[in-house]
């Protein structure tokens, strides 16, 4: 039977963090901003924000979203709503924001830009000067960030995982924490935590500024308990409750799997996600060698599975993953096939989340990396092999009950592939009535969150903000399809 998370939905049972912070029912949600490190690629983030908008409209009528992200032009594409930049800093895999009014155009340099131009050739000069340019965007953005959260009824962050130095360092997503859950307490905006998970934080600076993020918000909430023993060391979260991860609460489409030609035949339809994983051109630890190594040993897998013939198709969940997808491909250029042996599904970018859901549902069995490739797998019923490469890989596998299917990508060999393959494949039909039980649950365990999180976005009356504020009606019953 599927594993029932801890649920601390009774409000009782919140942490004095909570409690101190007085939120109260009172006013209408209106505004609401969703934090993520989302640049547009990321299709696992991507179901994680769509089911957070989809939950609380169907709860509240006439809520605005602000996606505060790495990509406001793309949150407007994928989720029709506006966006505003996470950050100031030019980072590993972060974007630059620019203040309004700012100009690409290039004029003819001043006699004062030819000087700054040969002083940028000294290299201390260059490091002032680079940090001197870094000062100045960071506060013109934190005064922009401070108008546009004083426009919000709360600041929630979406799963994910937020607690992370690993793309960007210190100075990326762990400073944006700091900075967002500053900057709500100041105007009296519940910063909120919600199923979020772990990445590395090992640095000192970094656990210090998701530290003070963690103890500033008025609720937290993680996907696994990997997530909140991590929390657990660093504010001492034993009563913050965990929840399955988000993207169990995205509406899924019904599947429709294309029908058994012969009941008799062996044949499966398998999916294949490959990851960049320590590839020098995208992975922020770059090891060439370990790479190619990866790359070489799921290309002997894909001919082995080509070999029993199986039908192949390969989807990347991140856009960086597409590059290995390629690599790929050229490993197994030698092998004989039939033109509907192989095929790619869209990329994250191109692909919806509905369309991609839909695609990798055809399939019998998954293989795949990212936590999202297993998770959106195990959202639509179908078994996955996981080829771990990080331990919320293996929480989730754990969760799942699906642990006897995880491998260590750094340690794979074919015959072991082949042994946990087919003991997958001759579990597949109980695994899938498991997982799609599991889903069932994990929606229902997540619906009471939103209530929550929707209760402490209703503001209580502050001096900050009441001269600024619309004219308050009083809420209705929470849960109806109106709260004004």
């Excluded at 700012?102 to 260059?126: D, N, T, Y």
């Excluded at 960071?138 to 960030?145: D, F, G, L, Q, Y």
């Excluded at 660093?234 to 899924?252: M, T, W």
Aim: hydrophobic share 40%; aromatic share 8%; proline share 7%.
């Amino acid at each position: 039977m599927a594993v029932v998370l801890q649920n601390h939905s009774d409000p009782v049972q919140k942490d004095s963090t909570n409690r101190s912070l007085g939120f109260t029912p009172g006013r209408p949600i209106r505004r609401l901003g969703l934090l993520s490190p989302w640049g547009g690629g990321n299709l696992g983030n991507s179901a994680i924000i769509s089911a957070v908008i989809f939950n609380i409209t169907k709860r509240v009528s006439a809520v605005e979203f602000l996606g505060i992200t790495l990509n406001s032009e793309q949150a407007r594409r994928r989720f029709g709503i506006e966006g505003f930049p996470l950050t100031s800093a030019a980072r590993y895999d972060y974007s630059r924001w620019t203040p309004d009014g700012a100009s690409g155009l290039e004029a003819r340099p001043s006699l004062r830009e030819r000087i700054k131009q040969r002083l940028k050739r000294i290299s201390l000069v260059r490091r002032l000067l680079s940090a001197a340019r870094a000062c100045r965007h960071e506060i013109a953005h934190i005064v922009a960030a401070a108008r546009t959260i004083r426009s919000l009824d709360a600041v929630i962050i979406p799963g994910g995982g937020p607690m992370d130095e690993f793309w960007g360092g210190t100075w990326a997503h762990p400073w944006n924490l700091l900075k967002w859950s500053v900057l709500s307490r100041v105007y009296g905006v519940p910063f909120l935590f919600v199923s979020v998970g772990k990445g590395s934080l090992e640095r000192p600076v970094s656990r210090f500024f998701v530290c003070i993020a963690l103890k500033l918000a008025a609720y937290r909430s993680y996907r696994d308990p990997d997530a909140k023993l991590a929390a657990q060391q660093l504010i001492g979260a034993s009563s913050d409750p965990e929840f399955p991860d988000l993207a169990f609460s995205y509406p899924a489409p019904a599947i429709h799997k294309r029908p058994v030609v012969d009941p008799r035949s062996h044949q499966l339809i398998v999916g294949v996600s490959p990851i960049a994983y320590c590839d020098p051109r995208v992975w922020p630890i770059s090891d060439e060698r370990r790479y190619a190594t990866y790359v070489r040993r799921l290309a002997e897998m894909v001919k082995w599975l080509l070999s029993q013939g199986h039908r192949l198709f390969f989807f990347a969940t991140d856009s960086p993953d597409l590059e290995t997808v390629t690599d790929l491909l050229a490993q197994i250029d030698d092998i004989p096939r039939s033109s509907d042996g192989i095929l790619t599904l869209p990329g994250p970018i191109e692909q919806s989340i509905d369309g991609h859901l839909e695609g990798i549902g055809q399939a019998d069995l998954i293989v795949a990396s990212r936590l999202h490739g297993v998770i959106l797998s195990h959202l639509v019923a179908v078994p996955a092999l996981a080829l771990s490469y990080d331990p919320k890989v293996d929480a989730q596998m754990r969760i799942a009950k699906q642990k006897a299917y995880c491998l260590d990508i750094d340690n794979l060999s074919l015959n072991q592939f082949i042994e946990r393959f087919e003991a997958l494949n001759a579990a597949r039909v109980r695994e899938s009535d498991h997982l799609r039980s599991l889903a069932t649950l994990f929606r229902q365990q997540l619906d009471p969150q939103y209530d929550e999180i929707l209760c402490l976005g209703c503001r209580p009356e502050n001096g900050v903000r009441a001269e600024s504020r619309r004219p308050a009606l009083l809420p209705q019953k929470l849960g109806t399809p109106d709260l004004m």
